[in-house]
């Protein structure tokens, strides 16, 4: 990925999203539970203590990318049978793309997930950095975590 030009945060995101991906496609054929939602259940949602389920939340996730997280999850993971969505006090109105701060999440996983997004509304740097990374992280993984928890990735929770 050092070619392609980004901002930190954005590869950050790119990384550690790359980590979800990567994790559930090795552990897809397992997942009969899929958890979805914001940080709360990104760091607060332990798969390990819950067989079978996969921990697909990430920072700021709103209610459209878990619906879209959620989709692209069962095509690949013909076994789910629930879905635990982590919906916080904030998760109200909350639109990840229009995020001035946090809009970099919605471009990496947009990307990394093959979401088929196209964002109108955002700025020009961010407008710029979607098309900088478009078509070019297909072959970005990155193993870590298990079945989607990566507590070892910089949060502040552990096991």
């Given at each position: 990925?050092?070619?392609?030009?980004?901002?930190?945060?954005?590869?950050?995101?790119?990384?550690?999203?790359?980590?979800?991906?990567?994790?559930?496609?090795?552990?897809?054929?397992?997942?009969?539970?899929?958890?979805?939602?914001?940080?709360?259940?990104?760091?607060?949602?332990?798969?390990?203590?819950?067989?079978?389920?996969?921990?697909?939340?990430?920072?700021?996730?709103?209610?459209?990318?878990?619906?879209?997280?959620?989709?692209?999850?069962?095509?690949?993971?013909?076994?789910?049978?629930?879905?635990?969505?982590f919906y916080s006090v904030f998760s109200?109105?909350?639109?990840?793309?229009?995020?001035?701060?946090?809009?970099?999440?919605?471009?990496?996983?947009?990307?990394?997930?093959?979401?088929?997004?196209?964002?109108?509304?955002?700025?020009?740097?961010?407008?710029?950095?979607?098309?900088?990374?478009?078509?070019?992280?297909?072959?970005?993984?990155?193993?870590?975590?298990?079945?989607?928890?990566?507590?070892?990735?910089?949060?502040?929770?552990?096991?």
């Open positions: 990925m050092s070619e392609i030009l980004v901002t930190p945060a954005l590869q950050n995101s790119i990384m550690f999203h790359a980590i979800k991906r990567t994790a559930l496609q090795e552990f897809g054929h397992e997942i009969s539970t899929l958890v979805v939602g914001s940080s709360h259940g990104d760091c607060g949602f332990n798969p390990e203590f819950f067989p079978g389920s996969f921990n697909l939340c990430t920072s700021s996730q709103d209610l459209k990318f878990s619906s879209l997280l959620y989709e692209k999850a069962v095509e690949q993971c013909p076994g789910i049978r629930n879905l635990i969505l109200p109105g909350s639109v990840l793309e229009k995020s001035p701060s946090e809009n970099y999440h919605a471009l990496s996983l947009n990307e990394l997930f093959d979401l088929g997004l196209d964002f109108e509304d955002m700025d020009e740097t961010s407008t710029w950095l979607g098309a900088n990374i478009k078509g070019r992280l297909d072959g970005v993984s990155k193993q870590a975590g298990y079945m989607g928890f990566v507590a070892n990735e910089g949060k502040g929770i552990y096991r």
